[in-house]
């Protein structure tokens, strides 16, 4: 038996989420057509990431892809922290963020700025994952279930981490690293939200075998 969605249609979390959806699969084709453009400009110009072409590529991309992660971040922003904090506080909080965002990047780069609003987004994410976890923090979801609140969270912290990582880590040495991280979390959070029972059966089966032994 899976767990039933307790979200009325039309709602302020219905509205998110389908947002959330549609920003996602935009982002998804954005990257698609950058690994597409990389492939075949490799393939057709070899040693093109050492020339000018290459900062031309990384600048259009930032630019191509900055307004919907700055939409995707508002969506999650406003769906996970208010469960901790009340909604007008979130909106205002945000509305400061977003502000010092914007400046950031006018002062120095596109780039500069995402980086900095996928980190205080990343931050975020992974308190409420440890708070889920924990059971603390007064956090309110639409669906009941630990493991089900538990995947929910990992999904979220997963998806900030992976915009995070093709967006400012292309060129880094930890980008492999910081991708498999985004890959384990969504992975384990997307087994968590669709089969919270089982999760739960073999936590228990554990449980128990660990005091047998």
């Known amino acids: 038996m899976r767990p039933e969605m307790r979200m009325k249609h039309k709602t302020y ?14 982002i ?7 690994i597409g453009y990389y492939t075949y400009t490799n393939g057709t110009m ?22 919907f992660v700055v939409l995707l971040l508002v969506a999650l922003g406003l769906c996970i922290p208010k469960r901790i904090v009340p909604r ?3 909106l205002v909080s945000g509305i400061g963020i977003l502000t010092i965002t914007l400046l950031i990047a006018l002062m120095t780069e596109i780039g500069t ?5 996928l980190a205080i987004s990343i931050v975020v994410q992974a308190a ?23 995947g929910s969270s990992m999904l979220h912290l997963g998806t900030v981490i992976f915009v995070f990582d093709f967006v400012s880590m292309r060129t ?3 980008h492999l690293g910081v991708f498999w991280v985004a890959t384990a979390l969504i ?7 669709f089969y919270p029972e089982e999760a739960g059966c073999i936590a228990r089966l554990l449980r128990s075998g660990g005091r047998s032994s």
């Open 88 to 90: 007008q506080s979130l």
């Open 187 to 193: 992975t384990v959070g997307t087994v968590l939200s």
């Open 28 to 34: 998804g084709l954005v990257c698609l057509y950058g």
């Open 128 to 150: 409420v994952m440890v708070l889920t976890i924990l059971g603390r923090g007064g956090l309110t979801y639409e669906r009941e279930g630990y493991f089900v609140q538990t």
């Open 172 to 174: 880094s040495e930890l």
């Open 46 to 67: 070899p040693g093109w990431t050492k020339t000018a072409l290459y900062g031309q590529y990384i600048d259009s991309m930032n630019q191509l892809i900055y307004p």
């Open 113 to 117: 700025s995402l980086a900095f609003l």
């Open 13 to 26: 979390d219905f509205y998110l989420m389908i947002l959330t959806a549609a920003v996602l699969a935009i």
